[in-house]
T-cell receptor, first 113, second 111 residues
Framework: NAGVTQTPKFQVLKTGQSMTLQCAQD?????MSWYRQDPGMGLRLIHY???????DQGEVPNGYNVSRSTTEDFPLRLLSAAPSQTSVYFC????????????FGQGTRLTVV | DQQVKQNSPSLSVQEGRISILNCDYT??????FLWYKKYPAEGPTFLIS?????DKNEDGRFTVFLNKSAKHLSLHIVPSQPGDSAVYFC??????????FGAGTILRVKS
């Protein structure tokens, strides 16, 4: 069982470069989300999606774009990377928005120099 | 303005003793609370949850207590084991809304 798969695991970018963090889940979950983890700040929600074709902003959306063309995939795009986006990124999915737990991927450690 | 607060950045406990991790929240609309455990270089994994209609939920060595009037929940681990050493995140949710996480508490269980 793959669960939630994130690629790549590590990435170094130069300021101004763009890239896409990939996230795929094989559990047929409706709800998917992206978080970033920074020291002392826990996990902060970037963007989320309640189903294919529907996305919305979380707590810290600036500098990131998302799309949800299929149930399985939820890529996160950085259009012009900045050092402030150095972080560990986690993708998560869950059955719905109700009282269910979210399953997380293993994370992508991104460094912007 | 943090809606979910874990005021202890770290906790050190002797193997076999009880570990108590605390979490406070400010949003009275939260109706579901979860604890996640995270090892280095891995994603968070779900540990235990509790609905706002309950005040206690138990799963093996893990028990979560909810005090709605105080807007406080705690996770008890008894007995603590070295493999429990990890970062523990408290999270809260309004129905139909997203998860809000605390900053995490690093638990070290000494053998």
């Amino acid at each position: 069982n793959a669960g939630v798969t994130q690629t790549p695991k590590f990435q170094v970018l130069k300021t101004g470069q763009s890239m896409t963090l990939q996230c795929a889940q094989d559990m047929n979950h409706e709800y998917m989300s992206w978080y970033r983890q920074d020291p002392g700040m826990g996990l902060r929600l970037i963007h989320y999606s309640v189903g294919a074709g529907i996305t919305d902003q979380g707590e810290v959306p600036n500098g990131y774009n998302v799309s949800r063309s299929t149930t399985e995939d939820f890529p996160l795009r950085l259009l012009s990377a900045a050092p402030s986006q150095t972080s560990v990124y986690f993708c998560a999915s869950s059955w719905d928005r109700g009282n269910t737990e979210a399953f997380f991927g293993q994370g992508t450690r991104l460094t912007v120099v | 303005d943090q809606q979910v607060k874990q005021n202890s950045p770290s906790l050190s406990v002797q193997e076999g003793r009880i570990s108590i991790l605390n979490c406070d929240y400010t949003n009275s609309m939260f109706d579901y609370f979860l604890w996640y455990k995270k090892y280095p270089a891995e994603g968070p994994t779900f540990l235990i949850s509790i609905s706002s209609i309950k005040d206690k939920n138990e799963d093996g060595r893990f028990t979560v207590f909810l005090n709605k009037s105080a807007k406080h929940l705690s996770l008890h681990i008894v007995p603590s084991q070295p493999g429990d050493s990890a970062v523990y995140f408290c999270a809260a949710k309004e129905y139909g809304n997203k998860l809000v996480f605390g900053a995490g508490t690093i638990l070290r269980v000494k053998s």
